[in-house]
């Protein structure tokens, strides 16, 4: 069975501290995809990132980051010098391994960061 | 690149009515498009996938007759909640993949069904 497992529900720290967002996934596919999404009060799902299963390093994209690591089966995102335009609720999701490009979602982590 | 519109924003409607939302994608062809539906703090719950030109397919409990889905084309989905009742309100979203398969999935910004 695919499973992705965000176990952190919500998140809340103050503005300016790193922070840490945790995805643990199954699957039994040798090839598949990982992303993140970010969803604003606003509604709209805002894509993050994508890494397929061959690509272990690290992604750095200013004040976001990714650590993928298969061994633990994990793709955690973790945010620097967070800012209140942070808060959001993020998604992982997995691809699954066939054509129809559909995604297994977490539960999603809500952070809220305060001023 | 790769924007999704989705139109309305927000409707609502009385019960038995039926609502009409749609989904196109403005600046890219998409190939697959899908619908989800979400329950406030909850994660997404895919309901179908959609292929243009041919048939939806439907997430089980889905329930076929009382959403219809058409993707008559390359960048336009729509789904309708038939006969609406008050259960069926909820956040409709729906997302699109680009053509050739790069597997992101660009989503449109939601529309926030209210049946009364």
């Known amino acids: 069975a695919q499973k992705v497992t965000q176990a952190q529900t919500e998140i809340s720290v103050v503005e300016k501290e790193d922070v840490t967002l945790d995805c643990v996934y199954e699957?039994?596919?040798?090839?598949?995809?990982l992303f993140w999404y970010k969803q604003p009060p606003s509604g709209e799902l805002v894509f993050l990132i994508r890494r397929n299963s061959f690509d272990e390093q690290n992604e750095i994209s200013g004040r976001y980051s990714w650590n993928f690591q298969k061994s633990t089966s994990s793709f955690n995102f973790t945010i620097t010098a967070s800012q209140v335009v942070d808060s959001a609720v993020y998604f992982c999701?997995?691809?699954?391994?066939?054509?129809?490009?559909?995604?297994?979602w977490g539960a999603g982590t809500k952070l809220i960061i305060k001023p | 690149g790769a924007v999704v519109s989705q139109h309305p924003s927000r409707v609502i409607c009385k019960s038995g009515t039926s609502v009409k939302i749609e989904c196109r994608s403005l600046?890219?062809?998409?190939?697959?498009m899908f619908w989800y539906r979400q329950f406030p703090k909850q994660s997404l719950m895919l309901m179908a996938t959609s292929n243009e030109g041919s048939k939806a397919t439907y997430e089980q409990g889905v329930e076929k007759d009382k959403f219809l889905i058409n993707h008559a084309s390359l960048t336009l989905s729509t789904l309708t909640v038939t006969s609406a009742h008050p259960e069926d309100s909820s956040f409709y979203i729906c997302?699109?993949?680009?053509?050739?398969?790069?597997?992101?999935?660009?989503f449109g910004p939601g529309t926030r069904l209210t049946v009364t």
């Open positions: 997302s699109a993949t680009l053509a050739g398969g790069r597997y992101e999935q660009y």
């Open positions: 999701a997995l691809l699954k391994g066939d054509s129809n490009y559909q995604l297994i």
């Open positions: 699957t039994r596919d040798t090839t598949y995809y």
């Open positions: 600046d890219f062809q998409a190939t697959t």
